[in-house]
C-alpha cells in the first residue's frame, strides 16, 4: 500500500519550459490536491479535485493547470515555467472531509 | 474563504519542556487536522480530530469547534519534535462550491537539548 505518491521527486527547468508533476493515490480517495509551499511559508493550494473529471482552483492557481482523467491520478501542469515557481510541491488525498495523506513531495527549481 | 491562524508563529524551548500551540480559524469546519514537517520536509499526520480531544503518547490535541479553535499539546519535548507543526481545515466557508482544505501559516518550534 503505497498511500500518495509524487512523481519526480525533483527537477530543474529553464524558464519556459513545461513539465507535468503526476500524483497517484491508491487509497479510492475522491479528493485531490496540489500545494505548493514556499521557504518560510505554509502550504498554499494551487487546484484541487473533487472527484474523476471535476476540478477546482484554490488561491494560487495563475499559471498552473490540472487533470484528473483517472480516480487515481492528479495531474499538474506548467505549460510556460517561470522563476516564481520555484517552490516545493505537495500532493494529498481524502474520502471527502476525511483525514488527508500527503505525497513527499516535488522539489522544482526553475532557473 | 475562510482563515487560519497559528500561535505563536516560532516557540524555543529546552529538552524537557511543556508546550501548547494554538490553532484559530474564522469559520466552521467540517474537519481540523495537525502536521509535523520534519526538518527533511516530510508532512506527517498528528492528529485528525474535528472536535474532542485525543492523545497519542506525549502528544495530545483538542479541538473545540463551536469556539472555532484547536490546542496541540507537547509534553516532555525532545529534539526530535523539532519543525514546523501545521493545523489545517476542512470547510466550505465563503460560498464556495466545494470544501477544501487550508493550513494555517504554521508554528516552527525547536527543541535544543
Known amino acids: 500500500n503505497a498511500g500518495v505518491t509524487q512523481t519526480p521527486k525533483f527537477r530543474v527547468l529553464k524558464t519556459g519550459q513545461s513539465m507535468t508533476l503526476l500524483c497517484a493515490q491508491d487509497?479510492?480517495?475522491?479528493?485531490m490536491y496540489w500545494y505548493r509551499q514556499d521557504p518560510g511559508m505554509g502550504l498554499r493550494l494551487i487546484h484541487y479535485?473533487?472527484?474523476?473529471?471535476?476540478?477546482a482552483k484554490g488561491e494560487v492557481p495563475d499559471g498552473y493547470n490540472v487533470s484528473r482523467l483517472k480516480k487515481q491520478n492528479f495531474l499538474l501542469g506548467l505549460e510556460s515555467a517561470a522563476p516564481s515557481q520555484t517552490s516545493v510541491y505537495f500532493c494529498?488525498?481524502?474520502?471527502?472531509?476525511?483525514?488527508?495523506?500527503f505525497g513527499q513531495g516535488t522539489r522544482l527549481t526553475v532557473v | 474563504g475562510i482563515q487560519v491562524e497559528q500561535s505563536p508563529p516560532d516557540l524555543i524551548l529546552q529538552e524537557g519542556a511543556n508546550s501548547t500551540l494554538r490553532c484559530n480559524f474564522s469559520?466552521?469546519?467540517?474537519?481540523l487536522q495537525w502536521f509535523h514537517q520534519n526538518p527533511w520536509g516530510q508532512l506527517i499526520n498528528l492528529f485528525y480530530?474535528?472536535?474532542g480531544t485525543k492523545q497519542n503518547g506525549r502528544l495530545s490535541a483538542t479541538t473545540v469547534a463551536t469556539e472555532r479553535y484547536s490546542l496541540l499539546y507537547i509534553s516532555s519535548s525532545q529534539t526530535t519534535d523539532s519543525g514546523v507543526y501545521f493545523c489545517?481545515?476542512?470547510?466550505?466557508?465563503?460560498?464556495?462550491?466545494?470544501?477544501?482544505?487550508?493550513f494555517g501559516q504554521g508554528t516552527i518550534l525547536t527543541v535544543h537539548p
Open positions: 479535485s473533487v472527484g474523476e473529471g471535476t476540478t
Open positions: 489545517a481545515v476542512f470547510s466550505n466557508a465563503g460560498g464556495t462550491s466545494y470544501g477544501k482544505l487550508t
Open positions: 494529498a488525498s481524502s474520502y471527502d472531509w476525511g483525514e488527508a495523506f
Open positions: 469559520d466552521s469546519v467540517n474537519n
Open positions: 480530530i474535528p472536535s
Open positions: 487509497m479510492n480517495h475522491e479528493y
